[in-house]
């Protein structure tokens, strides 16, 4: 069973902070380590922009099944972002039609950078897809779950072992999903004040 969690966020400039149970998220054993979660809360870019930040409690066990299995996720997607991005850049910037403005001059460049990013998220995404189908036997089932890189990169949703979360701008709510019911609820006690 999960129990998910909607928490109203008032203020998305000053987002809260929460605190966990102190246990393990993903077996309920005493926390050693932490790991962050975070959501942009503000639209603005660059030095105004705010995060809402979880740091979710794990044991060591949990803790590095968790980095390992983001590894496992970045490791291939990387991978396969690199390769087709080159591949693309290359050809677009050495073939790209080149202004012969000082205002144009450069627009190869864009444009090749542009098709290249384009065509590495493509790739990353097909790289992690397939990996995800060859490493599933071994990492087990909370790896097959949990979705693409590029989905987590392109939404607001971040998957940990454990917990997920949904942030929700335009609704300005938070959406915890906790594997365990017993630590949901004592997350709620806790945090009633948020
Ligand atoms: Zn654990």
């Not at 803790?63 to 997607?77: D, H, Q, T, V, Y």
């Not at 290249?116 to 995404?125: D, E, M």
């Not at 949990?146 to 938070?174: I, M, N």
Request: proline share 7%; hydrophobic share 50%; net charge positive.
């Amino acid at each position: 069973m999960a129990t998910k969690l909607v928490i109203p966020i008032v203020d998305l400039k000053k987002p809260p902070k929460f605190e966990f149970p102190k246990q393990c998220v993903n077996c309920g054993k005493p926390p050693v380590d932490k790991i962050g979660m975070s959501f942009v809360t503000t639209q603005a870019t660059g030095a105004k922009q705010k995060l809402l930040e979880l740091w979710l409690p794990y044991c060591a066990a949990c803790a590095s099944r968790e980095r390992k299995m983001f590894l496992f996720a970045l490791g291939p997607f990387l991978a396969g972002f690199l390769l087709v991005g080159v591949a693309v850049f290359i050809p677009v910037w050495f073939f790209g039609p080149t202004g012969s403005f000082r205002q144009t001059r450069f627009f190869d460049v864009v444009l090749a950078a542009f098709c290249g990013l384009i065509a590495g998220l493509a790739g990353g995404f097909v790289a992690e897809f397939i990996s995800k189908f060859l490493l599933a036997p071994f990492l087990g089932s909370s790896f097959a779950r949990r979705p693409l890189l590029v989905v987590e990169l392109l939404s607001d949703v971040s998957y940990a072992l454990g917990v997920s979360g949904k942030f929700d701008r335009p609704k300005q709510t938070l959406a915890l999903t906790f594997e365990r019911d017993d630590l949901a609820r004592e997350f709620a006690e806790l945090n009633q004040q948020v």
